[in-house]
């Protein structure tokens, strides 16, 4: 979100609280951070206190259950409610 290059932990707090949200479950600020915690212990294998992107490929191939909340769906409710989500892609229009 804050194109660093890599994931930090309040980006992935943010991300959590946007996809809790979209599927309408509600867990404690301690269940959130013990989700972050959890996932930090797990993908950020050279503990640097941040997930770059070949610890977050390994991560969700471990993990392939957690891509299912990464459909178009919710993306498009996450771009909605943190627009630094989206990607902008320059496209000449030779390209389309």
Known sequence: MRNTGFIEREELKEMVLALLNESDISLSDDMVELIVHKTFEQADSNGDG???????????????????????????????????????????DDDL
Request: hydrophobic share 40%; no cysteine; charged share 25%.
């Open 50 to 92: 941040n997930i770059d992107l070949e610890e977050w490929k390994e991560f969700a191939s471990q993990n392939p259950a957690l891509l299912k909340n990464m459909t178009l769906p919710y993306l498009k409710d996450i771009t909605t409610t943190f627009p630094s989500f989206v990607m902008k892609l320059e496209i000449e």
